[in-house]
């Protein structure tokens, strides 16, 4: 045999061995994957009912609750009772309930109303807790008697009012309205449960405590504080309700400025 023959004759088994190969590979993957299938029907066929079961259930307790609240709705509506239930709600609310209270504002306009009830402290007692209640921690209180009238100096430090920084960089105008609205809802809050007292007015500062030096030769400082804000207000009814119905703004409004030093340093625009 020539040698040409005999290269033509290897090559030819080669690329038949190649073949062979791809087929026997093509079969073992065709295997496999019918394998897959089967398994993954296997457990489709285990899977199928527990899940068409769970959403079944699922879909009778969502038309339970739908039809419930259905009824509900049709009886409410029934000879205009949807009107007195929310009537019975309001008033509810009005009279501070505890089930309504969720928040830590809520509970805590709860205990002021608690403590507009109390009779063993005395007016100066109640006043001086009900300021304590409105004003932030560590501020300063004071009750003044005059005559049949009383009236409740608070000073707040100014650390602890609290400022809005979720917008970034916080500036004067930013502090400037939070002492404000603090301030604002003091006075109200004080009057709302406080004004059946005989509270005729409140007064709120705002300060901050500083380090000044004695003599400049002399390096002792002592501590001061440096008033930013002061605003009050007369009562201008004795009826709590009425104050429960005014809002911050409106008390803004109404309230007096007696000195403002954010409004001295503020930029002008």
């Known amino acids: ?3 040409k023959k005999a ?5 030819r088994l080669i690329s038949i061995g190649v073949l062979v190969l791809c087929l026997v590979s093509l079969a073992v993957h065709g295997g496999i994957r019918a394998a897959m299938v089967l398994s993954l029907k296997h457990q489709l066929k285990k899977d199928a ?6 959403r079944e259930q699922e879909v009778r307790e969502d038309e339970a609750q739908f039809q419930a609240a259905l009824a509900d709705a049709a009886s409410a509506v029934q000879e205009g009772r949807a009107a007195k239930v929310r009537a019975e709600e309001f008033k509810r609310r009005q009279g501070m309930e505890e089930s309504f209270a969720q928040s830590p504002e809520e509970k805590r306009l709860l205990e002021m109303a608690r403590l507009s009830r109390e009779s063993s402290l005395g007016k100066v007692g109640v006043l001086e807790e009900l300021a304590q209640q409105a004003s932030p921690r560590s501020s300063g209180i004071r009750v003044r008697h005059e005559g049949k009238w009383y009236s409740v100096e608070v000073a707040v430090p100014l650390s602890e009012v609290p400022v809005d920084t979720r917008g970034g960089r916080q500036d004067t105008e930013d502090q400037h309205r939070a002492v404000r609205w603090t301030v604002a809802g003091i006075i109200r809050d004080l009057f709302a449960f406080g004004a059946a007292h005989d509270l005729q007015s409140v007064e709120v500062s705002v300060q901050k405590r500083v380090d000044v030096s004695r003599d400049a030769a002399v390096p002792e400082t002592r ?5 930013f804000y002061r605003a009050g207000l007369a009562s201008r009814s004795s009826n709590p309700e009425v104050w429960l119905s005014i809002g911050r703004p409106d008390v803004l409004r109404m309230m007096s400025v007696q000195h403002d ?6 930029p002008r625009r």
């Open 1 to 3: 045999m020539s040698p």
């Open 7 to 11: 290269g033509a004759d290897r090559e």
């Open 49 to 54: 009912p527990a899940e068409l079961q769970a």
């Open 223 to 227: 501590q001061e504080y440096l008033e």
């Open 261 to 266: 030093e954010f409004g001295r340093i503020m």
